[in-house]
């Protein structure tokens, strides 16, 4: 398979647990990929700035990448609005989030169906160097996805824990 266009409902779309911006538990549900997100420990999810950047409706002019596992339809890329989307019909519940602050998102949303092997190129070309994922998330994924040797940044975190320790230097300057 290449890629194919094909509207999904919202309902059966399942977030992925891997994504590089912040993984998660390989057994955590949608809800539990939504709290994490609007916990935001990290500053990387940002959903009220997104509800607020999407104005008045959800753009399809950016589609979510998903891959089937079997039957399930995961969403590689376009994590965050999937969760907007979810929240918007209650498939998700976050505390103290204004639903009036979503924009309008239809049940129905068309996707970029393809395999791993290009979701995951496509997540890559979109992420790798845009500045949305440290240099750690960057190294991570292209060691664990793209099946590249670990850089010298990836073996000293792992040898040392001292990047992920401190935040500080997980940053392209460094």
Same mark, same amino acid.
Request: aromatic share 8%.
């Given at each position: 398979? /290449? ?36 916990t935001d420990e990290g500053e990387k999810w940002n959903l009220l700035k ?5 104005? /008045?409706? $959800?753009? =399809?002019?950016?589609?979510? /990448? &998903?891959? $089937?596992?079997?039957? &399930?339809?995961?969403? $590689? ?14 498939? &998700?519940?976050?505390?103290? =989030? ?17 395999n791993k092997d290009i979701a995951v190129q496509n997540v890559f070309r ?26 010298? =940044? ?5 040898? /040392? ?14």
């Amino acid at each position: 398979m /290449t890629q194919k266009i094909e509207e999904i409902d919202i309902t059966n779309l399942i977030l992925w647990t891997e994504n590089p911006r912040d993984p998660i538990d390989l057994k955590a549900t949608d809800q539990d990929i939504a709290n994490k997100a609007w916990t935001d420990e990290g500053e990387k999810w940002n959903l009220l700035k997104l509800a607020k950047d999407m104005k /008045t409706h $959800y753009d =399809f002019s950016e589609l979510p /990448t &998903v891959v $089937y596992h079997g039957k &399930v339809p995961v969403v $590689y890329d376009g994590n965050r609005r999937m969760i907007l989307a979810k929240l918007k019909h209650g498939l &998700v519940k976050l505390e103290d =989030f204004e639903l009036k602050k979503l924009p309008e998102i239809p049940k129905k949303i068309p996707c970029n169906v393809c395999n791993k092997d290009i979701a995951v190129q496509n997540v890559f070309r979109k992420h790798g160097d845009s500045g949305s994922w440290s240099p750690l998330d960057r190294d991570i994924f292209i060691n664990k996805f793209l099946k590249q040797p670990k850089s010298t =940044f990836l073996k000293l975190d792992e040898a /040392t824990g001292i990047i992920s320790a401190n935040p500080h230097l997980n940053k392209v300057f460094v």
